[in-house]
Every structure is written in C-alpha cells, then in structure tokens.
C-alpha cells in the first residue's frame, strides 16, 4: 500500500516567519501535487512536480520533488495571513487513477 | 468554463433519509472522481469515472453508496438511508485525458450533515 505522510500536522507561526511542510513516502511517485485548501472550499492545485530534483517556485512557495521521487516539501518565504490554509499533497502512484493524499498540514499565519 | 460545480454545497438531512448530490465538471474534462473528506484530513477516494464508465470504486464505499455518469457529462453521487458517520464533505473533481501527472479541478463541495 502507498502511503504518504505529511508533517507537520498543525503549524502556527508570525507573519513574516518562514516555514517548510514535508511529504514523505517509501514509494516512488511519477509526479506529486500540492493543494492548498480554505474552510468549506475545495483543495486548489498549486504545483506539480515531476521530475527528480526538481523545483519550483510560485511567488513565496518553493517546490521540491526528491531525487528519489519518493518525498517532497514546501517552502513559505517571509509567511502572510492569507497564506493561510490546509496545505495538501497528493502523489500519481501505480494506479492512473487516483492520488495517493497525504492527510495535510493545517498553517496559520498570525498577523 | 466556470470550472466544476457541486450542487448543494450543503445539506442536512434525518438519519434514514436518502440524499443525492450533483456534479458538473469541466466539460473538457473526461475523468470525474468523487472524494468525501472529514475536518483536518486528506480527501479520501470514493470512486471515479473515464467518461460514463465508472472505472473504480473505493472497498470502503458501502452497498448503500452508488454513483452514476449517465452521459458522461454530470455526475450524481446518492448515499441511501444515510447515518450520522456519513457526516462530511463530498468531493467532486475531475481532469483532462491524458498522463497521471495532470493535476485535479476540485468543485467546492457539499457538506452533509447527518442529524
């Protein structure tokens, strides 16, 4: 069974603070996704990532796929209030059908 | 496009009763998937479609769930005499044909409240 673990699980800090979340599995994942989701709103994809080492950078957010494929993380730059979320990852495994989900990290950016 | 959209986003409903939620995903999009997702954790897979053939269905869905693509286009997911654990929000989402790596457009969901 793949599994994907996710740390930390709850996180709150200042503004201004800088913060990485991790996706770990012991599988090999063909591609990971992070979503961030808002109370009573669905996840929004933010990135993919597919190639081992890669990275990549959205405004403050930078992405990271393990050489291995197998693990990932999130960085947040200098952290805003609306950064604010449920940070979510998810990983194409063996089947073509259906992520693999971590079970997320709750931030809460305090002004 | 105004991307993928669930109706209700929220319903309350007596144990026993029988409810049904809609999906229309993005109408380019031939794959539909179909999570439930409790407060602080990961979507968790109920089943999912590649046009109106559903495809997969999750071992933990009971007898009681059952969802339908008819035309390949929407999507109804109807849960039959409901109970107060089936309690959260109901997931749909869908993707374009093509490789794995292709992220998911998730609607807004609907919350279910058992009562």
């Known amino acids: 069974t793949q599994l994907l673990e996710q740390s930390p699980q709850f996180l709150s800090i200042q503004e201004g603070e800088n913060l990485t979340v991790y996706c770990n599995s012991s599988s090999v994942f063909s591609s990971l996704q992070w979503y961030r989701q808002e109370p009573g709103e669905g996840p929004v994809l933010l990135v993919t990532v597919v190639t081992g080492g890669e990275v990549k950078k959205l405004k403050r957010l930078t992405f990271q796929f393990g050489d291995a494929r197998k693990d990932s993380s999130l960085h947040i730059t200098a952290a805003q209030p609306g950064d604010t979320g449920l940070y979510l990852c998810a990983g194409a495994g063996r089947s073509n059908y259906q992520l693999i989900w971590g079970a997320g990290t709750k931030l809460i950016i305090k002004p | 496009d105004t991307g993928v959209s669930q109706n209700p986003r929220h319903k309350i409903t007596k144990r026993g009763q029988n409810v049904t939620f809609r999906c229309d995903p993005i109408?380019?999009?031939?794959?539909l998937y179909w999570y439930r997702q409790t407060l602080g954790q990961g979507p968790e897979f109920l089943t999912y479609f590649q046009n109106e053939a559903q495809l997969e269905k999750s071992r933990l869905l009971s007898d009681r769930f059952s969802a339908e693509r008819p035309k390949g286009s929407f999507s109804t997911l109807e849960i039959q005499r409901t109970e107060q654990g089936d309690s959260a929000m109901y997931l749909c989402?869908?993707?374009?044909?093509?490789?794995?790596?292709?992220?998911?457009?998730f609607g807004s969901g609907t919350r279910l409240t058992v009562v």
């Open positions: 989402a869908s993707r374009p044909t093509g490789g794995r790596n292709y992220g998911y457009t």
């Open positions: 109408s380019e999009h031939n794959r």
